[in-house]
C-alpha cells in the first residue's frame, strides 16, 4: 500500500483552464502539505493543513485553492493556469507530535504531480 | 527569514569512499535539521533526523552531525556504493510545520 498517493502522475494543459490534482495519505496522519519544486528543483511550501484546518499559508496566488474534505485527503485546485505553474507538485504528510499539534517531523511524500502548462 | 544552504553543485565520488555533504543555516538554530533523499522522477525520502543538542546520530552507512557554533550539519555516507546516488536534501524544523528545504546536493557515486 502507497502511504502517501497522488493523482495524476503527470498532467499536461493549456494555459488558462482549471485543473485539480488529489492526495490521499493512509498513515492516520494529522498534517498535509502541499510543496512545489521547480525547474531549479527547489522544494517550496506552499500548503499545510492540520485536522482538516488551513495552518500555513505561504504567499501563494489565490489562483491556488486546497481543499481538505477529511484529515486523509487534500487536494490542490488550481484555476486560470499560468507558464509560471509548470513545475512539480508533491504531497506530504506527517504525525503530530507529543509537544504539539503545530511541531512536527519526518514528512512523507508522494510521488509527485508533473505540471506542465502549455 | 531563514535560509538553508547546499552546495548546488553535484558530488562526484568513488565507490567506497566517503561521501561529505554539507549543510548551513543562515539565521537562528532549529530545533532540529533533517535529511532525505530523491531520485529522480520521486518524492523526497526520510533518512535522518539531529536535534540541537546531539552531536552526532547514526544510521547504518549514515552519519549525521550538528555544529550549532559553525551553524552546519554534515552528512556522511561511509562506503559508498552507487546506488547511493541520488539528490541530497537538507531541511530545518521550522517550527509551525513550515520545514524549509535546502536546494540539495547531487552525489554521484563512480563505480
Known amino acids: 500500500d502507497t502511504a502517501v498517493s497522488q493523482t495524476p502522475k503527470y498532467l499536461v494543459t493549456q494555459m488558462g483552464n482549471d485543473k485539480s490534482i488529489k492526495c490521499e495519505q493512509n498513515?492516520?496522519?494529522?498534517?498535509m502539505y502541499w510543496y512545489k519544486q521547480d525547474s531549479k528543483k527547489f522544494l517550496k511550501i506552499m500548503f499545510s493543513y492540520n485536522n482538516k484546518e488551513l495552518i500555513i499559508n505561504e504567499t501563494v496566488p489565490n489562483r491556488f485553492s486546497p481543499k481538505s474534505p477529511d484529515k486523509a485527503h487534500l487536494n490542490l485546485h488550481i484555476n486560470s493556469l499560468e507558464l509560471g505553474d509548470s513545475a512539480v507538485y508533491f504531497c506530504?504528510?506527517?504525525?503530530?507530535?507529543?509537544?504539539?499539534?503545530?511541531?512536527?517531523?519526518?514528512?512523507?511524500f508522494g510521488s509527485g504531480t508533473q505540471l506542465s502548462v502549455l | 527569514s531563514q535560509k538553508i544552504e547546499q552546495n548546488s553543485e553535484a558530488l562526484n565520488i568513488q565507490e567506497g569512499k566517503t561521501a561529505t555533504l554539507t549543510c548551513n543555516y543562515t539565521?537562528?538554530?532549529?530545533?532540529?535539521l533533517q535529511w532525505y533523499r530523491q531520485d529522480p522522477g520521486r518524492g523526497p525520502v526520510f533518512l535522518l533526523l539531529i536535534r540541537e543538542n546531539e552531536k552526532e546520530k547514526r544510521k547504518e552507512r549514515l552519519k549525521v552531525t550538528f555544529d550549532t557554533t559553525l551553524k552546519q550539519s554534515l552528512f556522511h555516507i561511509t562506503a559508498s556504493q552507487p546506488a547511493d546516488s541520488a539528490t541530497y536534501l537538507c531541511a530545518d524544523s521550522g517550527g509551525y510545520q513550515k520545514v524549509t528545504f535546502g536546494i540539495g546536493t547531487k552525489l554521484q557515486v563512480i563505480p
Open positions: 498513515l492516520g496522519h494529522d498534517t
Open positions: 539565521n537562528y538554530s532549529p530545533a532540529y
Open positions: 506530504a504528510s506527517s504525525q503530530d507530535l507529543e509537544t504539539g499539534p503545530l511541531t512536527n517531523e519526518k514528512l512523507f
